[in-house]
């Protein structure tokens, strides 16, 4: 997606490689925000309430909640919580 002079894409990691950005499509197509999200409540939060829209996408923010639960806690006892 091109807004103004730059090219984004739906979710990415951030610089900090331990949170994601996404565009919340909850404003499209009247405003464009992007939102940092760096928990796995707020990617379920993001998911629930819509931040992000379509299956192939909602897939993609659970898989980024997933890895962040497992670079916090790799065990399979946290696993089994985030899934």
Known sequence: MNVG???YR??????DRRSVEIIDQRW???DFR?????TVAGIATAI???WVRGA???GV???YGVAMQMA??????????VW
Not at 10 to 15: E, K
Not at 34 to 38: D, H, R, T
């Open 10 to 15: 739906t979710i990415w990691l951030s610089d």
């Open 28 to 30: 499209l197509p009247h």
């Open 5 to 7: 002079d730059r090219h």
């Open 56 to 58: 192939p996408l909602i």
């Open 61 to 63: 923010t659970a898989a």
């Open 72 to 81: 916090d806690d790799p065990s399979d006892a946290a696993l089994d919580g």
């Open 48 to 50: 629930r309430d819509m």
């Open 34 to 38: 992007v939102e940092k999200v760096g």
